[in-house]
């Protein structure tokens, strides 16, 4: 069976510093991958998706970047953290052979102070 | 782009049915999904509408009109750990991207 894991859960970081989130996928291949992020009580906004390895598409621009070093690999990063990049964020994996339903990981909660 | 409208807050009786509406505007529309996402946790599938028309999965119920472009999400029996905020997500983009709504917070109370 497919497995997603996303990493830390909690996550308590000063402005200014770096960020790195990383998600792993199992039990499946060539799954189309996903970083959203939620402000609290709001909707989830797609901020990267992937294709493939190496294949970053980029939906709002701002001051994270995502990258894809190997096929079940999804990580997302920052230089500096802003406070406006506090939130929910969100691993989600789709498999490549169609079918509609997304995965979702159980989420890091990121506070930036 | 793309535009999801869906209400912000649903207030139900427990066992009585509730709709949450959801109306959307997107290129390249390949259909309208829904999720279940309870408090601190990870959004969840429900279902999957494609073609107009109704799909049953249980007690939940998703219907869309692509002329319309819009769909709804029927809970029947509403039950107390119904208690979430229910998504609309579009899948267009190639048919690799999904957008979300904002959320309906469903309050289902005894």
């Known amino acids: 069976s497919q497995t997603i894991h996303q990493w830390p859960a909690t996550l308590v970081q000063p402005v200014g510093s770096p960020l790195s989130l990383e998600c792993t996928v199992e039990?499946?291949?060539?799954?189309?991958l996903y970083w959203y992020r939620q402000a609290a009580g709001r909707g989830l906004q797609l901020l990267f998706y992937s294709v493939g390895i190496g294949q970053i598409s980029s939906e709002v621009p701002q001051n994270l970047s995502a990258s894809r070093p190997q096929d079940r690999q999804f990580i997302l990063s920052s230089k500096k953290l802003l406070l406006s990049d506090s939130g929910f964020y969100l691993c989600?994996?789709?498999?490549?052979?169609?079918?509609?339903?997304?995965?979702f990981g159980s989420g890091t909660q990121l506070s930036v102070l | 782009g793309q535009s999801l409208e869906q209400p912000s807050e649903v207030t139900a009786v427990e066992g009585a049915i509730v709709q949450i509406n959801c109306t959307y505007q997107?290129?390249?529309?390949?259909?309208l999904s829904w999720y279940q996402q309870h408090d601190g946790g990870a959004p969840t599938f429900l279902s999957y509408?494609?073609?107009?028309g109704l799909e049953e999965t249980g007690r939940f119920s998703s219907f869309l009109s692509r002329s319309d472009s819009y769909g709804y999400l029927l809970l029947q029996e509403l039950q107390m750990k119904d208690s979430a905020s229910y998504f609309c997500a579009v899948k267009g983009g190639g048919g690799f991207k999904t957008i979300f709504g904002a959320g309906t917070r469903l309050f289902v109370k005894a």
């Open positions: 509408n494609a073609l107009d």
């Open positions: 989600a994996w789709r498999s490549r052979e169609g079918g509609e339903k997304l995965f």
């Open positions: 997107t290129s390249g529309f390949y259909g």
């Open positions: 039990g499946t291949s060539n799954p189309n």
